[in-house]
């Protein structure tokens, strides 16, 4: 079966600037979950959906925003880009979500310059 | 919240012989204790899990072991090849919130 797709892979944005970065969750994974990765911190929880719902919300500030459609696909918008955002963004997809059975998708490695 | 502490931060061992690393969490509502592998530019795998009403879990050459009392617990690996080089995440959860992750052991089988 499919895995975790995150698209795009990678991106290039200038300070101030906003983005919106995607992922689609295994078919019948209804759980999905958005982690930032950066060298210094390791993985840090940004935010989880479950049926559209907003389930869980880590310690980052209100730029970081996200969305669940009906189809589990999740949507994650950074407003306004400082160049500490610069990371690599992981969602993660499970059945129930809760931390059980995360599969990760590759993630999307955002520069901010 | 949970915090989750992870040692070493880097281990190098030579291939065939066996590599322990080792956790511990503040939450004692934790029930849920996975291990991830990530290799050099791909994204975290799960390669083992337990969960609070078990001590120790095995599948192949990798094994997971709780101590719920000490709020502890660690991945061995037997009979290290070099695929086994990558860096290797500990985390928790309590099941109703986020998995809280460790900051990571860089493992370098040396051949």
């Known amino acids: 079966k499919a895995g975790v797709t995150q698209t795009p892979r990678y991106l290039i944005k200038t300070r101030g600037q906003q983005v919106t970065l995607s992922c689609s969750p295994i078919s019948g994974h209804r759980s999905v979950s958005w982690y930032q990765q950066t060298p210094g911190q390791g993985l840090q929880f940004l935010f989880e959906y479950f049926s559209e719902t907003q389930r869980n919300k880590g310690n980052f500030p209100g730029r970081f925003s996200g969305r669940q459609f009906s189809n589990s696909r999740s949507e994650m918008n950074v407003s306004t880009l400082e160049l500490g955002d610069s990371a690599l963004y992981l969602c993660?997809?499970?059945?129930?979500?809760?931390?059980?059975?995360?599969?990760f998708g590759s993630g999307t490695r955002l520069t901010v310059v | 919240g949970e915090n989750v502490e992870q040692h070493p931060s880097t281990l190098s061992v030579q291939e065939g012989d066996s590599a322990v690393i080792k956790c511990t969490y503040s939450?004692?509502?934790?029930?849920?204790f996975p291990w991830y592998k990530q290799e050099l530019g791909k994204r975290p795998q799960l390669i083992i899990d337990?969960?609070?009403?078990?001590g120790e879990k095995k599948d192949q050459r990798i094994a997971v072991t709780l101590n719920k009392t000490a709020k502890h617990f660690s991945l061995h690996i037997t009979e290290t090849q070099p695929e086994d080089s990558a860096v290797y995440f500990c985390?928790?959860?309590?099941?109703?919130?986020?998995?809280?992750f460790g900051t990571g052991t860089r493992l370098t089988i040396i051949p």
């Open positions: 985390a928790a959860s309590n099941g109703n919130e986020k998995l809280t």
């Open positions: 337990i969960r609070s009403n078990v």
């Open positions: 993660a997809s499970s059945v129930t979500g809760g931390g059980y059975g995360y599969t």
């Open positions: 939450d004692s509502a934790s029930n849920y």
